[in-house]
């Protein structure tokens, strides 16, 4: 089994939803970082992160993450986090994190608040 | 990763009650392991595996595992900069804190001179790197450095256990 998968999901709204599996850390922050940026460079700006079977992300990937956010900002879209494990919490609020990224819990919330 | 690639050592003192964070969960152990990305995960693995056994939370726990993490990642990348070297890391827990010290023989890299004071997300994305110290700053109690005579980067980090 690979290290980190990342499963994108277009939905009828037009909403990409990307689950990522595993860990991101140095080993493979190249492929997570293609693989995110590709998301944005085909035209999709309404992002949701699913973050539930997420083991490890380091800081490079987080950057990564703000990168995107950008992005998807200048698109007048946005990256929206779902289900962001608890143990991250912290590290999520140490940075800004949970006042800059929308945090859902569950999928139709997340889906829906693009309006 | 390879046991016959790691050098490790554990010993344990104390009596055996069993109640959480007592004297016989207390310990030493100390590994050695290459510097290489590729061994960041197993790393991760045998950190987290003695976090466990302190009863720490989820939390605690990862963000312990987070800060070995970030700093061994800082090691291969500004210490040995590509080229071969072992890191050492020793972990020493007592009643009240666990302990985390990381040395490499690289060039000399003190990273707690490279820490953002603050973080603007608006700008993290393009700056690139001081974000994994500053989540280390932020979620353990001390953190220091030192180069040693014998020409060692030896990063010291502590976190205190909350009063139960």
Same mark, same amino acid.
């Given at each position: 089994m690979e290290n980190l998968e990342i499963i994108p999901k277009l939905n009828d709204r037009g909403v990409l939803i990307i689950k990522v599996i595993g860990f991101v850390d140095a080993s493979n922050i190249t492929l997570f970082d293609r693989r995110m940026h590709e998301a944005v460079e085909?035209?999709? *700006?309404k992002i949701i992160l699913d973050? *539930?079977?997420?083991q490890y992300i380091n800081s490079s990937a987080l950057g990564i993450l703000l990168d995107i956010h950008l992005s998807a900002n200048k698109r007048k879209g946005d990256l929206r986090i779902l289900n962001l494990p608890r143990k991250m919490q912290k590290t999520f609020d140490v940075l800004g994190f949970n006042d800059y990224f929308q945090i859902f819990n569950d999928e139709k919330s997340a889906v829906y608040s693009f309006s | 990763m390879a046991e016959n690639s790691t050098r490790y050592s554990q010993t344990k003192k104390g009596?055996?009650?069993?109640?959480?964070?007592?004297?016989?969960k207390y310990f030493h152990l100390r590994f050695i392991v290459p510097g290489?990305?590729?061994e960041l995960a197993a790393i991760r693995d045998r950190v987290e595996k003695q976090s466990a056994s302190m009863n720490l939370s989820d939390e605690e726990a990862y963000q312990i595992v987070s800060a070995v993490d970030e700093t061994c990642t800082n090691i291969i990348k500004h210490a040995y900069q590509g080229k071969e070297g072992n890191i050492e890391i020793s972990l020493k827990v007592d009643s009240e804190r666990f302990e985390i010290e990381v040395a490499d023989?690289?060039?000399?890299?003190?990273?707690?001179?490279?820490?953002?004071?603050?973080?603007?997300q608006e700008k993290i994305g393009r700056q690139k790197g001081g974000l994994g110290l500053f989540i280390i700053k932020k979620t353990m109690d001390d953190l220091n450095y030192r180069f040693t005579m014998s020409g060692e980067n030896k990063l010291h980090l502590v976190k205190y256990f909350r009063s139960e």
């Open positions: 085909n035209g999709y *700006s973050l *539930s079977e997420l | 009596n055996e009650k069993d109640s959480p964070r007592n004297s016989s290489d990305v590729q023989k690289g060039i000399y890299f003190d990273p707690t001179l490279n820490i953002p004071q603050e973080i603007d």
